[in-house]
């Protein structure tokens, strides 16, 4: 893929950022968000396929146009040519690089098209362009942009509880340091997960003095999106994995105050992971667990591994959210976990409703049933 480098075209408006071309200005926008890793790698990639599809129109950002966005939209779901567009992950560097791994599903187009109208109206701001086409779009997918629809990407209750008995299997009696440092690691990534929600950048940067204890209980304390500092409750659960992960390191049990280091931390003990580095790692898991799931329920179990196969490291935030709300957590504390601005934005996480519905159309079918 060759890179692109639009110059700023003739009768766009006074710009208002350091920036002479369209790479330089979507760089400015990118630089507000290098706070978070997490989130700068993915505006970056969906700035860049539209910043790579505009050069191949022979447009530049000041030209994109509402009647473009259809083309562009069918272009995410189907990047021709495939040779040129989709390839396996490489590092950026690499000749082989592409800006797909495969084709987008509608959900990931309109979060696509949800962070490229966030750009727009940036540089509309910055003065770098004079409109935001995708205000325009107030059909079907400009509706679909602003639904909240229910939340799907989560293990439901049983898998989860077979997952968990699965990561808690120790490894056997001759087992290594390394392997049993490697276990208690596993364990506490994904308890920590599940029992504190966090995005992967956070479980990422987290250091040991980011545990405090107030008044008798234990706080996380987190710097989340949009830079905003949290405390969130550690119920006992993620204290005694924490425990058990810092005997494993040969530290004391509980964190001090400005105690140094990474709570997640390599195989040499000492030096932290990276949220890529932790990314693979879940990855990984969800791969080995599925293939554990395999062999022990056989064909019974295919539909559950690929279940597995399918997570990402945010299905464990949405997990966690969404378990939280069935054992009957409040919205207002789901919201102060999850650290959402708007409770509609928690409200996925309910499925009381759903189920209800489902009880009460149970008794409609195609033949008469005794109600008593």
Wanted: hydrophobic share 40%; aromatic share 10%; net charge positive.
């Amino acid at each position: 893929m060759r890179s692109v480098s639009q110059e700023r075209v003739r009768g766009a408006p006074p710009s208002r950022i350091a920036a002479n071309s369209d790479v330089e200005a979507v760089g400015e926008w990118l630089a507000e968000y290098r706070y978070s890793a997490q989130t700068l790698r993915a505006y970056r990639k969906e700035a860049e396929r539209l910043l790579l599809w505009l050069d191949g129109q022979g447009l530049g950002l000041q030209e994109l146009r509402r009647d473009d966005l259809a083309r562009f939209d069918g272009f995410l779901a189907d990047p021709q040519p495939a040779e040129q567009w989709v390839g396996p992950p490489r590092p950026r560097q690499h000749p082989g690089w592409r800006p797909f791994r495969r084709p987008l599903s509608a959900a990931s187009r309109r979060q696509s098209l949800v962070i490229l109208q966030g750009l727009y109206s940036w540089l509309v701001e910055a003065g770098w362009v004079d409109h935001n086409p995708f205000r325009l779009m107030r059909g079907k997918r400009r509706r679909l942009d602003n639904r909240q629809p229910g939340l799907e990407r989560y293990l439901e209750r049983p898998l989860w509880e077979w997952l968990w008995q699965w990561l808690e299997r120790p490894p056997g009696e001759g087992a290594s340091p390394r392997q049993r440092l490697v276990w208690q690691r596993r364990r506490l990534i994904f308890g920590f997960a599940y029992l504190l929600a966090p995005r992967i950048g956070e479980m990422a940067e987290a250091a040991m003095s980011d545990f405090e204890q107030r008044e008798g209980h234990w706080w996380w304390r987190v710097v989340g999106k949009g830079d905003k500092l949290a405390t969130i409750p550690v119920p006992p659960d993620m204290l005694g994995l924490l425990t058990d992960w810092r005997a494993t390191l040969g530290l004391p049990a509980l964190p001090v105050p400005d105690e140094e280091g990474p709570v997640l931390r390599a195989l040499n003990g000492r030096s932290g992971l990276g949220d890529n580095q932790l990314y693979r790692l879940i990855k990984a898991t969800f791969e080995e667990a599925a293939r554990g799931l395999e062999a022990e329920a056989g064909e019974g179990a295919t539909h559950l591994a690929a279940t597995l196969r399918r997570a990402s490291p945010h299905w464990l935030r949405h997990t966690a959210i969404t378990h939280q709300a069935q054992a009957g957590v409040e919205l207002r504390y789901l919201a102060k976990t999850a650290r959402h601005s708007r409770l509609d934005t928690t409200a996925r996480y309910l499925h009381a409703e759903d189920d209800e519905w489902q009880r009460q159309l149970a008794v409609h079918g195609l033949a008469r049933r005794d109600r008593r």
